[in-house]
């Protein structure tokens, strides 16, 4: 789902002022090239902390300065990547050795309770192999 649009304008209509008021343009919006405005609607959403995990455009966005767009866009993603590879590496411990590629009752609340009790079991063994390591 988009969350954020931008509105390309011609050089030949910000260089018109005449021609910006009458179809109501902001004073403050002037010429911007397609990868200026999708840098801006990125670090819009970044400053909103609004979760992401990719960003569509077309070929025609990215312009002369593709390379820096394309550094920008990997600089915005790698954090992202490295939180969710974490959370999966919980996930996929769960799954693989404490028995969560199904649950064993039904129910929100008994489904709960096994996963509350399988991340209680992790920590636990986590925390010895932590403290083994220290010793």
């Known amino acids: 789902m988009p969350s ?15 021609r910006l008021k009458a179809a109501h343009v902001p004073d403050e919006v002037g010429f911007a090239t397609k990868p200026q405005i ?6 819009r959403a970044v400053a909103a902390q609004i979760p992401f995990t990719f960003v569509a455009a077309n070929a025609g966005m990215w312009g002369r300065d593709e390379q820096e767009t394309l ?31 199904r649950m064993r009752w039904r129910g929100f609340a008994t489904a709960s ?23």
């Open 71 to 101: 550094r920008k866009l990997k600089e915005w993603n790698q954090p992202i990547h490295r939180v969710r590879g974490r959370i999966e590496k919980i996930f996929g411990t769960g799954k693989r050795s404490y028995g969560l590629r």
């Open 38 to 43: 999708a840098r801006a609607m990125i670090a």
């Open 4 to 18: 954020s649009i931008g509105l390309y304008l011609p050089k030949e209509w910000t260089d018109d002022p005449e």
């Open 113 to 135: 309770l096994q996963v509350r009790i399988t991340a209680a079991a992790y920590n636990l063994k986590r925390t010895m192999n932590i403290l083994a390591a220290q010793a």
